[in-house]
């Protein structure tokens, strides 16, 4: 599939655009390949885009004062990425999002997201709806952590995300996880 078609699709589940809106919209990404372990926010970074995820996978993180990595997403394809605190309040970077595996992104910017928003009614309410649903998902999550145990959140994670535990290296799933590498290593050989 070509990258149109990638956008193109996941778009139209959510809205129908014609041909020339959706040609337009397109016309405002800016395709960025990385390699795995590029970075492409680091805290303190000055945010003014989010990037859609064509193929490969990103993380969102933060290292905490005890150098603990704490894994936030992983976007994997047709998922977004960015630090939306500092995308929409116009803050520095309070995250890191960097490069899981190579990965072929499409780059939108702050003002021509904004842009598109209001020329064409259908982008502002799929990208309400991405919002809402990114919204969901989090809730989900932090229920998870707060009313699960570790084997629970494991095999939630891997009967929601089956690709992730052959995209990503363990000890990252472990961190997503907020368990130790052993602990993740018990929970699949436990299966």
Same mark, same amino acid.
């Given at each position: 599939?070509?990258? #149109?078609?990638?956008?193109?699709?996941?778009?139209?589940?959510?809205?129908?655009?014609?041909?020339?809106?959706? +040609?337009?919209?397109?016309?405002?990404?800016?395709?960025?390949?990385?390699?795995?372990?590029?970075?492409?926010?680091?805290?303190?970074?000055?945010? +003014?885009?989010?990037?859609?995820?064509?193929?490969?996978?990103?993380?969102?993180?933060?290292?905490?004062?005890?150098?603990?990595?704490?894994?936030?997403?992983?976007?994997?394809?047709?998922?977004?990425?960015? +630090?939306?605190?500092?995308?929409?309040?116009?803050?520095?970077?309070?995250?890191?999002?960097?490069?899981?595996?190579?990965?072929?992104?499409?780059?939108?910017?702050?003002?021509?997201?904004?842009?598109?928003?209001?020329?064409?009614?259908?982008?502002?309410?799929?990208?309400?709806?991405?919002?809402?649903?990114?919204?969901?998902?989090?809730?989900?999550?932090?229920?998870?952590?707060?009313?699960? +145990?570790?084997?629970?959140?494991?095999?939630?994670?891997?009967? #929601?995300?089956?690709?992730?535990?052959?995209?990503?290296?363990?000890?990252?799933?472990?961190?997503?996880?907020?368990?130790?590498?052993?602990?993740?290593?018990?929970?699949?050989?436990?299966?």
């Amino acid at each position: 599939m070509t990258p #149109q078609e990638v956008l193109r699709q996941h778009i139209h589940k959510t809205v129908q655009l014609s041909d020339e809106q959706f +040609d337009y919209f397109f016309s405002l990404f800016k395709p960025i390949s990385f390699k795995k372990g590029q970075q492409l926010i680091h805290v303190g970074d000055e945010v +003014d885009c989010e990037y859609f995820v064509l193929s490969g996978c990103l993380k969102t993180f933060f290292v905490n004062d005890e150098q603990k990595m704490h894994i936030l997403q992983f976007a994997m394809r047709t998922w977004w990425a960015s +630090d939306y605190k500092a995308l929409y309040n116009n803050e520095r970077a309070t995250v890191n999002v960097d490069c899981v595996a190579d990965a072929e992104t499409l780059c939108l910017h702050s003002e021509e997201r904004e842009k598109a928003c209001k020329e064409i009614r259908e982008i502002e309410t799929f990208l309400r709806w991405r919002s809402n649903k990114g919204y969901i998902s989090l809730q989900k999550r932090i229920l998870s952590l707060l009313n699960n +145990d570790a084997r629970s959140r494991y095999e939630e994670l891997m009967h #929601q995300y089956p690709e992730l535990y052959n995209l990503v290296p363990k000890h990252l799933i472990a961190a997503y996880l907020g368990v130790s590498r052993e602990t993740l290593s018990r929970l699949y050989h436990s299966k």
